[in-house]
């Protein structure tokens, strides 16, 4: 399973755009990026999922240079409601998940 | 619309007790699994099912008991629970179809062993 590292915390202020960049060196040619947001007292919850280029959805994007050595996770405007930990996992279809410490983003008012 | 229901959501346990956190999903998800969330860390497996009658060992098991028996519940046992075992457990489920392969969570349990 591919390993990814990730900046332990970030801090923002509302109503700017936040940047959270994933390194995963060893991607195979079958993996996937997948990306997953966690509110205090709740369970993970899937945000966003790409393979290469970029990829958009209502909350976030997903940012996958051709080599696919790195991603970055793009969520536009925050909020305070934004605060967060955002995982960042390589994914291999059938594999178990493997969930690293994660991105702790505070927003500030 | 339930998703993955976990109970109960909070539990204090004695040293030695034994106890059975409940995880159900009635998305007909073949596989389930069980993690451990401890303060400041990730989430690290404890055990996993890819459908009724399978289990395997995740990264964390030692001092949990699985089963699934239905395609729906994946109880998790703690046989004679420790102060090592407090942490807050999640319970998930996916269909496990490659690419767009999605975890759904449950709620979570908290659990103290005192």
């Known amino acids: 399973l591919a390993k990814t590292t990730q900046p332990i915390s970030m801090d923002s202020y509302e109503g700017q755009e936040v940047n959270i960049t994933c390194s995963h060196n060893?991607?195979?040619?079958?993996?996937?990026i997948t990306w997953y947001q966690q509110f205090p007292s709740q369970g993970p919850r899937f945000i966003i999922q790409?393979?290469?280029t970029k990829v958009t959805n209502e909350v976030a994007s997903l940012f996958i240079p051709a080599d696919r050595k790195s991603s970055t996770l793009s969520l536009p405007r925050v909020s305070l409601s934004d605060t967060a930990v955002y995982y960042c996992?390589?994914?291999?279809?059938?594999?178990?998940?493997?969930f690293g410490p994660g991105t702790r983003l505070s927003v500030l008012p | 619309n339930a998703g993955v229901t976990q109970t109960p959501k909070f539990q204090v346990l004695k040293t030695g007790q034994s106890m059975t956190l409940q995880c159900a999903q009635d998305?007909?998800?073949?596989?389930m699994s069980w993690y451990r969330q401890d303060p400041g860390m990730g989430l690290r497996l404890i055990h996993y099912?890819?459908?009724?009658?399978?289990?395997d060992q995740g990264e964390v098991p030692n001092g949990y008991n699985v089963s699934r028996s239905t395609t729906e519940d994946f109880p998790l046992r703690l046989l004679s629970a420790a102060p090592s075992q407090t942490s807050v457990y999640f319970c998930?489920?996916?269909?496990?179809?490659?690419?767009?392969?999605?975890?759904?969570f449950g709620s979570g349990t908290q659990l103290s062993v005192l």
């Open positions: 998930a489920s996916s269909t496990r179809q490659g690419m767009n392969e999605k975890l759904f």
């Open positions: 060893n991607i195979a040619t079958n993996d996937y």
């Open positions: 790409g393979y290469k």
């Open positions: 996992l390589v994914v291999t279809g059938g594999q178990n998940f493997v």
């Open positions: 998305m007909n998800h073949e596989y």
């Open positions: 099912s890819v459908g009724a009658g399978i289990t």
